[in-house]
């Protein structure tokens, strides 16, 4: 649909067609009955992601901040949060309920009862993507949402701190953990890979959330369902201007031209990486690197066996520590490392692949025979594919949710490599945020205080932001 069509006014703006951007539509326009939504996405296609010039020095990007534009015009991410590597390594994004760092760090953010209610949450979101996966894939759900579960590995040097992990998470009532012994671990990796331990969450999974983004916005396109909901692709918001007590303005702008559309709500469901700057500094970027391996290979004449079974999937696999993570998915192996120290500078995309890739050949021998059959030449690894992304991390680890004081603004962001089951259960609350948090049960308020931006609200950066009602990075909040 042109942009040009895009209207002049609506009852919500969303800003992102990630899995937060549409999950939170159909929540909106499902259940909620919200009508009028018009979601706007800086790329293409849902589900996609972005790519734009970036700088290729601190130097730019700190300038780039200087000038008031936040991260608009410095992330360079070829795919972005929900994006994966391309066919046939389509169905990687993981749904898991495994916390984004160990469960005594969690506690030490969140208390005992906040882990408990993050594995709960998490579940839930779980819960709600397969559902939605049905809805909208129909006859190709098994194909494209694969509920194998997940394996949280590790080698001889750190089974006695997995142990203790997993007799903290049954503690913290995880659904349905397992621990798996030297047998049980080898059986699914083979010896060679050295991992000795783990434990099991059976009820994880991994979708293909490129398409199910695709066909959540064709679901809420369709007219015979019942929705009023337009999409614009190709839309880069420069701001959002909130004067209290009148429409909320969305500027933004498409192929050189400008436009803009007012609305009672917005949700800004983008990462995180193109919100005020990074939301008062609490969110910060960090490069996600894939790599995918072709495990039909080794070349013909060279005897290996299969990788871990005949459909060529498998469970989630993370490595103790989570220096890794990866599975197999239609003949291939997917896997992803992060880069926490260079988000400030350009990703390292050639030598963080090249490290993944060898990883994955010193863990599975066959897929990296020594020589070919009677000489002593060497193989090196079969081609792979490799891209990076962005994501986005908070201090302690969880999406954002919610309101600043009082605004209609309401922000959904957050880290979607780890994040993507509870990113999905926060979308189911997004319809009673903005019509007033009293509609919340007891259950969900305990959810929401775990997941609201107003658990940063003590910080001095997030003080010295709110409290300025002029302009902050690209967004307006303009007194009466």
């Known amino acids: ?8 006014t609506c009852t919500v703006v969303i800003i992102g067609a990630g899995i ?7 929540s909106l326009a499902g259940a909620a009955g919200v009508k009028n939504i018009v979601m706007l996405e800086a790329g293409e296609d849902p589900g996609v992601g972005v790519a734009t010039a970036m700088p290729v020095a601190d130097k730019q990007f700190l300038s780039t901040i200087d000038q008031g534009d936040g991260l608009v015009n410095f992330i360079n991410a070829t795919r972005s949060g929900t994006a994966v590597l391309d066919d046939p390594v389509g169905s990687i994004k993981m749904i898991i309920n495994l916390y984004p760092c160990s469960s005594k760090d969690f506690i030490k953010h969140h208390g005992k ?7 709960k949450l998490a579940k839930k979101g779980i819960d709600i993507e397969s559902n939605v996966a049905k809805l909208v894939f129909e006859g190709e759900y098994q194909k494209n949402f694969r509920q194998l579960g997940s394996h949280y590995v590790t080698d001889s040097e750190g089974v006695a701190g997995l142990w203790e992990e997993y007799n903290l998470l049954k503690k913290l009532n995880a659904p349905g953990i397992e621990w798996m012994d030297e047998d049980a671990v080898a059986s699914e990796h083979g010896a060679a890979a050295g991992f000795v331990a783990g434990i099991k969450f059976p009820h994880d999974a991994i979708v293909n959330s490129s398409a199910l983004c695709k066909k959540i916005v064709k679901h809420l396109q369709v007219p015979a ?3 009023n909901f337009q999409y614009f692709g190709n839309v880069r918001v420069t701001s959002i201007k909130e004067t209290y007590g009148v429409p909320v303005e969305v500027n933004f702008t498409h192929q ?3 436009g803009a559309i007012t609305c ?7 990462g995180g990486l193109f919100a005020e700057p990074n939301l008062f500094g609490i969110l910060s970027p960090r490069w996600s690197y894939l790599v995918g391996v072709d495990t039909k290979l080794p070349p013909s004449g060279v005897s290996a066996k299969p990788l871990r079974n005949a459909e060529g999937n498998s469970p989630n696999y993370f490595t103790w520590g989570y220096t890794h993570d990866w599975c197999t998915v ?11 120290f260079s988000a400030l500078k350009p990703p390292r995309m050639k030598e963080r692949c090249e490290s993944l890739a060898k990883w994955v050949g010193e863990k599975y021998p066959e897929l990296k025979p020594n020589t070919l059959p009677g000489t002593k030449e060497p193989l090196v690894l079969p081609k792979y594919m490799q891209q990076y992304g962005v994501y986005s991390e908070t201090p302690d680890h969880l999406p954002i949710l919610g309101s600043i004081k009082g605004s209609r603004i309401c922000y959904i962001v957050g880290c979607n490599a780890w994040g993507q089951a509870s990113l999905s259960y926060c979308a189911s609350l997004v319809p009673k945020i903005l019509n007033g948090i009293n509609l919340l049960s007891g259950e969900e308020q305990t959810y929401l205080k775990l997941l ?3 658990r940063f609200q003590l910080l001095p950066i997030v003080q010295a932001s709110t409290s300025n009602a002029e302009k902050v990075g690209v967004f307006e909040k303009v007194s009466a």
């Open 1 to 8: 649909m042109p942009v040009t069509e895009v209207p002049p």
């Open 20 to 26: 937060a951007g549409c999950m939170s539509a159909l």
């Open 113 to 119: 009862e906040g882990a408990e209610a993050y594995l």
């Open 225 to 227: 369902n019942g929705f």
């Open 256 to 258: 050189g031209g400008t």
């Open 264 to 270: 009672d709500n917005v949700v800004v469901a983008t």
């Open 330 to 340: 239609n003949g291939h192996v997917r896997i992803s490392g992060e880069d926490h």
């Open 452 to 454: 609201s931006i107003r």
